[in-house]
């Protein structure tokens, strides 16, 4: 009965355990005492089978760091080599310019609640409908 | 890569001591928040080059050196204009160069406050300064790449400081104990989260030249040992599942198990063949004096582990009597039962050593002749002065070296270092699993097997070998034709044969393609950002993985030291590139008479071109590379003007399109043409001369060492690290030879692992006919 | 240190009989029971005082089984003494000496000294080979010959002085041509007026006869 229900929350995505107001008050709190970092909430893509998930999921970035900076720091934390592919996108659907500063992506990108989602994925999905019908395939490869 | 400290101030100075602390109200502090984990109290001291060093880099630096994951704020501590002592915040470039320029003398003292720790910070993972880690400075190396003189040693200065300035990876706390800055791998060693990266669902080795490349750039975490040694070591059969490793292990296990209990019950039915007597005799000798002073085999001499090598090495001499017991074997294994900590495994992965080492155990003595012969070659290629100085000392023929050569350098660096070293040595060798299950006997023995005794067993007498006459002709050319040549089992001199010259660097374009070369990572790092992580290229590189390494081939030559069948003689064809040996002797012509490579579709230029590609994106010697991959094609013309006419040619046609090579993630045609232009302003210096003549004089990496090159390296490193106070005490043969026997076990395993990587990536960039992929 | 000569000794015998100790004794003055087994070759020096002269030895010594032997038989032609060294407790190790002298005389100089040494006598009661038996084999083979232990330091330093004493008698009786360096035998920067052939200019070391 319990693993089946922490495996329910392990795979449940961050906005999916939390409530929107949560959120909300979380962000805010966290922005009034580190007011020079951007609050991110990075988890792997749904489908993404062959890299590892990360032991967090909410990431404090400094907003002068590039996004392509942070796509390196998220490979290291995986202890990722160099072969293996690694796609960092906002809102599932984009990737941003790497040489954008979080600050700027943030201003752009941010969710309602405050945060920044992004997602990474091993392969490079292109355009929401790329991924629909990636979702679509879930299960059956 | 310029700094802003760069263009501010010029700093004529090439380090700046710097020492640092942690404020009292930190470590007050921390002390309160988490009693668990104080930061360290006392001063961290290094030194920078004010030159590359940026704020940024010194907030990584300092944050590693103190291991701290918040933020900080630094001050420095700087004399006012009453003379008075006052901490001045250090914020910014502008902040820092001023420091070095107004405060650094002695050495600039530096405070750090951490910020308040944060109760809120619960669930975030914070991200800091400490974890962005900029690769090194190539851009800058590269800048120098127009000195003459001793080019090669400048670059490994100039990497050297580059290298010593960045740090790299979260995990090095522990990693800083007795490791001074400088030396420090390019990545931490290899933690269980990364080895299983390298695994697919069942467990199978998905990427074992990726797995050597990390082993070779940063080792392998202790506890992680046993586990990853016998995948670099080669005991697995290719593709394994990690159920058919254990059942495979297993097998083996009782084999050996089998393979021991056929003489110790011999022994107890009192059935000793004299083989036996002689080996078991030779053995209970050494195992008594090997690494005794360990704590896994000390104290008295019934201590069991000293048992159990005793029982490996017997087992092992009593069914591989070609080559028996023989001294040395006792240090080769003592490491992995260390590691293995288990009997049967010791002697699994003991006798997957063996399969290379064999011929340096050979009562011929070739082997190790080649390998006296190429380090010679080595020493008077990269440092003749201190050659010329050996010379004069009759210290030439490098005999104080043999223990070296024989044990892998085990015995140079204390145990510990040792298997760090060990493990570096062993994954810069392409991987050659067995075929299928590794044979732990050559011929088993048993009371009833009527099989040959060990030659070495029955022989007292040695005949008056070539060794002595090869190693005392130490001023024969024979040496600069670098591998002697056997002709029926005779050494024989060829002084300054072209043929002998030409069909060793023919064996340029076979062996060293299937050779794994490695090299800086960084480089490839940078390459993804810049590229946006072009997918393509990526997948590419995937699917046009190499095929197997034929490297036993390679290997069993190596025993017969090249018996030469011809200049031309092709000792392995390229996968569907090359086509038929024959066919590349054709290409091999067309390019000595000058015409471009860009004609041929064959794999050797696709490197060339991919050498190139690798060159641009960052190695210090990438200028010097371009040209010398072409000296590579035109490798039959010694005399300088059919060379500038070649070159000159080449230079002038467009960069080809890239076709498939599994060379490299660099690409594409303007970064090509930069690389070209890139390479013409190094030309005309001094680096060409160098490079074009290492390419003639040096063996390639499928040979040299009896291919194991990174070990040829080890000991230069070795007798580079020591030529100045050799030669400065003046030392004769005798002292000399005594210095490097008092440093036995004192060796500075970092400090020579870092230099001999430098050294060897820039000799593996002198680009050989290769298709292989820079370590990133 | 400046010395009038230097001679070029080596150590010889099989695995296990002692040679690194007795080497660690007489450069060191110590023992160490705990020491790696020797891979091809290990160095040693020291200085001596013969008929008030300075005499620096200099020490090869050889690792023991004959795997080895391919290499280390490089060395016996320049060296000018030798000692080789069996062990009193174990029999097989005194029954290989003629293969190891057969292999000294065949490739050093016919003028090289060697000493027999049957070491380890501080173990009188695991002998195997009397003292007698030791003699006797010196003396026909024309060697001279000392039990050593080189645990207690027992008649170490004479063994090698006592050579390098034969040695430099060889030298006066001008038997050794000094200028060879092949022999084993350097001159050293100051020389001595005692070399055969008269007294040379001080100071001056000269290549080729006097005069």
């Given at each position: 009965?319990?693993?089946?229900?922490?495996?329910?929350?392990?795979?449940?995505?961050?906005?999916?355990?939390?409530?929107?107001?949560?959120?909300?008050?979380?962000?805010?709190?966290?922005?009034?005492r580190h007011?020079?970092k951007?609050?991110?909430?990075?988890?792997?893509?749904?489908?993404?089978?062959?890299?590892?998930?990360?032991d967090r999921?909410?990431?404090l970035?400094p907003?002068?760091?590039?996004?392509?900076?942070?796509?390196?720091?998220?490979?290291k934390r995986?202890?990722?080599?160099?072969?293996?592919?690694?796609?960092?996108?906002?809102?599932?659907?984009?990737?941003?310019?790497?040489?954008?500063?979080?600050?700027?992506?943030?201003?752009?990108?941010?969710?309602?609640?405050?945060?920044?989602?992004?997602?990474?994925?091993?392969?490079?999905?292109?355009?929401?409908?790329?991924?629909?019908?990636?979702?679509?395939?879930?299960?059956?490869? | 890569?310029?700094?802003?400290?760069?263009?501010?101030?010029?700093?004529?100075?090439?380090?700046?001591k710097v020492k640092a602390r942690v404020s009292a109200a930190t470590l007050h502090r921390r002390s309160q928040l988490a009693p668990s984990d104080p930061p360290p109290a006392e001063w961290r001291r290094f030194?920078v080059?004010?030159?590359?060093?940026?704020?940024?880099v010194l907030q990584n630096l300092l944050a590693k050196a103190f291991d701290i994951k918040g933020d900080f704020t630094i001050h420095y501590l700087?004399?006012?204009?009453?003379?008075?002592?006052?901490y001045?915040g250090l914020?910014?470039?502008?902040?820092?160069?001023?420091?070095?320029?107004?405060?650094?003398?002695?050495c600039l003292n530096l405070l750090i406050d951490l910020k308040p720790f944060d109760e809120g910070l619960e669930g975030w993972d914070v991200i800091t300064p400490a974890d962005l880690v900029?690769?090194?400075?190539?851009?800058?190396?590269?800048?120098?790449?127009?000195?003459?003189?001793?080019?090669?040693?400048?670059?490994?200065?100039?990497?050297?400081?580059?290298?010593?300035?960045?740090l790299r990876g979260p995990e090095l706390s522990g990693y800083l104990n007795g490791v001074t800055e400088?030396?420090r791998?390019?990545?931490p060693p290899?933690s269980?989260?990364?080895?299983?990266?390298?695994?697919?669902?069942?467990?199978?080795?998905?990427?074992?030249?990726?797995?050597?490349?990390?082993?070779?750039?940063?080792?392998?975490e202790p506890s992680?040992?046993?586990?990853?040694?016998?995948?670099?070591?080669?005991?697995?059969?290719?593709?394994?599942?990690?159920?058919?490793?254990?059942?495979?292990?297993?097998?083996?296990?009782?084999?050996?198990?089998?393979?021991?209990?056929?003489?110790?019950?011999?022994?107890?039915?009192?059935?000793?063949?004299?083989?036996?007597?002689?080996?078991?005799?030779?053995?209970?000798?050494?195992?008594?004096?090997?690494?005794?002073?360990?704590?896994?085999?000390?104290?008295?001499?019934?201590?069991?582990?000293?048992?159990?090598?005793?029982?490996?090495?017997?087992?092992?001499?009593?069914?591989?009597?070609?080559?028996?017991?023989?001294?040395?074997?006792?240090?080769?294994?003592?490491?992995?039962?260390?590691?293995?900590?288990?009997?049967?495994?010791?002697?699994?992965?003991?006798?997957?050593?063996?399969?290379?080492?064999?011929?340096?155990?050979?009562?011929?003595?070739?082997?190790?002749?080649?390998?006296?012969?190429?380090?010679?070659?080595?020493?008077?290629?990269?440092?003749?002065?201190?050659?010329?100085?050996?010379?004069?000392?009759?210290?030439?023929?490098?005999?104080?070296?043999?223990?070296?050569?024989?044990?892998?350098?085990?015995?140079?660096?204390?145990?510990?270092?040792?298997?760090?070293?060990?493990?570096?040595?062993?994954?810069?060798?392409?991987?050659?699993?067995?075929?299928?299950?590794?044979?732990?006997?050559?011929?088993?023995?048993?009371?009833?097997?009527?099989?040959?005794?060990?030659?070495?067993?029955?022989?007292?007498?040695?005949?008056?070998?070539?060794?002595?006459?090869?190693?005392?002709?130490?001023?024969?050319?024979?040496?600069?034709?670098?591998?002697?040549?056997?002709?029926?089992?005779?050494?024989?001199?060829?002084?300054?044969?072209?043929?002998?010259?030409?069909?060793?660097?023919?064996?340029?374009?076979?062996?060293?393609?299937?050779?794994?070369?490695?090299?800086?990572?960084?480089?490839?790092?940078?390459?993804?950002?810049?590229?946006?992580?072009?997918?393509?290229?990526?997948?590419?590189?995937?699917?046009?993985?190499?095929?197997?390494?034929?490297?036993?081939?390679?290997?069993?030559?190596?025993?017969?030291?090249?018996?030469?069948?011809?200049?031309?003689?092709?000792?392995?064809?390229?996968?569907?590139?090359?086509?038929?040996?024959?066919?590349?002797?054709?290409?091999?012509?067309?390019?000595?008479?000058?015409?471009?490579?860009?004609?041929?579709?064959?794999?050797?230029?696709?490197?060339?071109?991919?050498?190139?590609?690798?060159?641009?994106?960052?190695?210090?010697?990438?200028?010097?590379?371009?040209?010398?991959?072409?000296?590579?094609?035109?490798?039959?013309?010694?005399?300088?003007?059919?060379?500038?006419?070649?070159?000159?040619?080449?230079?002038?046609?467009?960069?080809?399109?890239?076709?498939?090579?599994?060379?490299?993630?660099?690409?594409?045609?303007?970064?090509?043409?930069?690389?070209?232009?890139?390479?013409?302003?190094?030309?005309?210096?001094?680096?060409?001369?160098?490079?074009?003549?290492?390419?003639?004089?040096?063996?390639?990496?499928?040979?040299?060492?009896?291919?194991?090159?990174?070990?040829?390296?080890?000991?230069?490193?070795?007798?580079?690290?020591?030529?100045?106070?050799?030669?400065?005490?003046?030392?004769?043969?005798?002292?000399?030879?005594?210095?490097?026997?008092?440093?036995?076990?004192?060796?500075?395993?970092?400090?020579?692992?870092?230099?001999?990587?430098?050294?060897?990536?820039?000799?593996?960039?002198?680009?050989?006919?290769?298709?292989?992929?820079?370590?990133? | 240190?400046?010395?009038?000569?230097?001679?070029?000794?080596?150590?010889?015998?099989?695995?296990?009989?002692?040679?690194?100790?007795?080497?660690?004794?007489?450069?060191?003055?110590?023992?160490?029971?705990?020491?790696?087994?020797?891979?091809?070759?290990?160095?040693?020096?020291?200085?001596?005082?013969?008929?008030?002269?300075?005499?620096?030895?200099?020490?090869?010594?050889?690792?023991?089984?004959?795997?080895?032997?391919?290499?280390?038989?490089?060395?016996?032609?320049?060296?000018?003494?030798?000692?080789?060294?069996?062990?009193?407790?174990?029999?097989?190790?005194?029954?290989?000496?003629?293969?190891?002298?057969?292999?000294?005389?065949?490739?050093?100089?016919?003028?090289?000294?060697?000493?027999?040494?049957?070491?380890?006598?501080?173990?009188?009661?695991?002998?195997?080979?009397?003292?007698?038996?030791?003699?006797?084999?010196?003396?026909?083979?024309?060697?001279?010959?000392?039990?050593?232990?080189?645990?207690?330091?027992?008649?170490?330093?004479?063994?090698?002085?006592?050579?390098?004493?034969?040695?430099?008698?060889?030298?006066?009786?001008?038997?050794?041509?000094?200028?060879?360096?092949?022999?084993?035998?350097?001159?050293?920067?100051?020389?001595?007026?005692?070399?055969?052939?008269?007294?040379?200019?001080?100071?001056?070391?000269?290549?080729?006869?006097?005069?």
């Amino acid at each position: 009965m319990v693993d089946a229900l922490s495996k329910d929350l392990m795979e449940r995505s961050f906005k999916e355990r939390r409530s929107f107001a949560q959120r909300q008050r979380d962000v805010e709190d966290i922005i009034e005492r580190h007011p020079d970092k951007v609050p991110c909430v990075i988890e792997r893509y749904r489908n993404e089978k062959s890299l590892p998930p990360l032991d967090r999921s909410k990431f404090l970035v400094p907003d002068y760091l590039t996004f392509g900076e942070l796509g390196r720091i998220i490979r290291k934390r995986l202890e990722l080599h160099p072969h293996q592919t690694f796609f960092l996108l906002i809102n599932q659907r984009n990737m941003a310019a790497v040489s954008k500063t979080m600050a700027e992506v943030y201003a752009s990108e941010k969710d309602e609640d405050g945060y920044l989602y992004i997602v990474y994925a091993s392969q490079e999905v292109f355009g929401s409908d790329r991924l629909e019908s990636a979702e679509a395939e879930d299960g059956a490869a | 890569m310029t700094t802003s400290a760069g263009i501010l101030a010029f700093h004529t100075r090439e380090a700046v001591k710097v020492k640092a602390r942690v404020s009292a109200a930190t470590l007050h502090r921390r002390s309160q928040l988490a009693p668990s984990d104080p930061p360290p109290a006392e001063w961290r001291r290094f030194s920078v080059d004010p030159q590359i060093t940026t704020f940024e880099v010194l907030q990584n630096l300092l944050a590693k050196a103190f291991d701290i994951k918040g933020d900080f704020t630094i001050h420095y501590l700087a004399k006012d204009d009453e003379g008075k002592e006052t901490y001045l915040g250090l914020l910014s470039d502008w902040d820092l160069d001023a420091a070095f320029l107004s405060s650094s003398m002695p050495c600039l003292n530096l405070l750090i406050d951490l910020k308040p720790f944060d109760e809120g910070l619960e669930g975030w993972d914070v991200i800091t300064p400490a974890d962005l880690v900029k690769p090194p400075l190539v851009s800058h190396v590269r800048n120098n790449a127009q000195q003459t003189g001793n080019f090669l040693m400048q670059q490994m200065e100039r990497t050297l400081k580059s290298f010593s300035k960045v740090l790299r990876g979260p995990e090095l706390s522990g990693y800083l104990n007795g490791v001074t800055e400088r030396y420090r791998a390019s990545k931490p060693p290899m933690s269980r989260r990364e080895w299983q990266n390298f695994l697919d669902c069942e467990g199978r080795l998905i990427q074992p030249q990726e797995l050597r490349r990390s082993v070779f750039r940063g080792g392998i975490e202790p506890s992680l040992r046993n586990i990853v040694w016998k995948h670099v070591l080669n005991v697995y059969p290719d593709d394994y599942t990690k159920d058919q490793r254990i059942q495979y292990l297993k097998r083996q296990s009782n084999e050996y198990y089998k393979l021991k209990a056929t003489w110790t019950d011999m022994q107890k039915q009192g059935i000793v063949t004299e083989e036996m007597q002689y080996i078991m005799n030779m053995v209970s000798k050494d195992v008594l004096r090997t690494d005794r002073t360990h704590r896994f085999y000390a104290g008295s001499d019934d201590n069991k582990n000293v048992a159990k090598l005793y029982y490996i090495l017997t087992t092992f001499a009593l069914n591989h009597p070609s080559v028996s017991y023989c001294q040395g074997m006792s240090d080769l294994a003592s490491p992995m039962l260390v590691t293995m900590n288990d009997e049967a495994q010791a002697y699994i992965c003991f006798v997957a050593l063996m399969q290379r080492l064999k011929p340096n155990f050979n009562i011929n003595g070739l082997a190790i002749t080649e390998k006296f012969a190429h380090l010679s070659l080595l020493l008077q290629h990269y440092d003749p002065e201190f050659f010329e100085y050996l010379k004069m000392n009759g210290a030439d023929d490098l005999l104080y070296c043999y223990r070296w050569l024989l044990l892998e350098l085990k015995r140079e660096f204390s145990f510990d270092d040792a298997l760090c070293m060990l493990e570096v040595l062993w994954s810069s060798l392409p991987p050659s699993p067995p075929e299928k299950e590794l044979p732990l006997y050559e011929i088993r023995f048993g009371k009833d097997s009527a099989h040959p005794q060990s030659p070495r067993v029955l022989t007292r007498e040695n005949p008056y070998t070539k060794v002595r006459r090869i190693r005392k002709q130490s001023s024969s050319s024979s040496l600069l034709c670098g591998t002697p040549k056997v002709h029926n089992g005779v050494i024989v001199n060829e002084p300054d044969n072209d043929e002998s010259r030409r069909s060793s660097l023919n064996e340029i374009t076979d062996d060293s393609q299937d050779y794994n070369p490695i090299s800086d990572s960084i480089a490839h790092e940078l390459r993804m950002d810049l590229e946006n992580l072009n997918k393509t290229v990526l997948g590419n590189t995937k699917d046009a993985t190499p095929q197997q390494f034929t490297f036993d081939n390679i290997i069993e030559e190596g025993n017969t030291l090249l018996e030469n069948d011809g200049p031309w003689k092709q000792r392995k064809t390229c996968q569907g590139f090359c086509g038929t040996p024959d066919e590349q002797c054709e290409l091999d012509f067309d390019s000595v008479e000058g015409e471009t490579t860009q004609n041929h579709g064959s794999r050797r230029n696709l490197s060339c071109q991919s050498s190139l590609d690798r060159r641009r994106s960052g190695s210090s010697t990438s200028a010097s590379t371009s040209a010398s991959s072409h000296s590579d094609l035109v490798q039959e013309k010694a005399d300088d003007s059919d060379y500038e006419d070649d070159h000159h040619a080449y230079r002038s046609k467009a960069p080809p399109t890239r076709s498939e090579g599994y060379c490299s993630e660099a690409t594409l045609s303007s970064k090509e043409v930069s690389c070209q232009e890139d390479s013409r302003s190094v030309l005309d210096s001094g680096v060409l001369d160098f490079s074009r003549k290492s390419r003639s004089l040096l063996p390639p990496p499928g040979q040299l060492g009896g291919s194991n090159p990174f070990m040829m390296f080890l000991c230069l490193t070795l007798l580079l690290q020591h030529r100045d106070v050799i030669i400065r005490k003046r030392m004769d043969y005798n002292e000399l030879a005594m210095h490097f026997d008092k440093m036995v076990r004192k060796h500075n395993v970092h400090k020579v692992l870092h230099e001999t990587r430098i050294r060897f990536e820039e000799y593996l960039r002198l680009g050989w006919e290769a298709s292989w992929e820079e370590l990133v | 240190m400046s010395y009038a000569y230097l001679f070029k000794y080596i150590i010889i015998g099989d695995t296990g009989v002692g040679k690194s100790c007795l080497l660690l004794q007489f450069t060191d003055k110590r023992f160490q029971p705990v020491h790696d087994l020797t891979i091809g070759v290990e160095f040693g020096a020291r200085m001596i005082t013969i008929e008030k002269k300075q005499i620096k030895l200099q020490i090869w010594d050889t690792a023991g089984q004959e795997a080895f032997r391919s290499i280390t038989r490089s060395y016996y032609r320049g060296a000018a003494g030798a000692l080789l060294v069996y062990d009193i407790t174990r029999r097989d190790t005194f029954n290989h000496l003629t293969t190891w002298l057969e292999d000294a005389r065949q490739h050093s100089n016919s003028n090289m000294v060697i000493m027999l040494i049957g070491n380890k006598s501080d173990l009188e009661g695991r002998r195997e080979v009397k003292k007698e038996e030791g003699e006797a084999f010196a003396q026909e083979h024309g060697l001279v010959f000392m039990e050593t232990s080189a645990k207690t330091a027992d008649n170490v330093e004479d063994a090698f002085i006592n050579t390098a004493k034969e040695i430099y008698d060889k030298i006066q009786d001008g038997v050794f041509d000094i200028n060879n360096e092949a022999n084993g035998i350097k001159i050293g920067p100051q020389q001595a007026n005692t070399s055969p052939g008269g007294g040379n200019p001080s100071g001056n070391t000269q290549s080729g006869g006097c005069c």
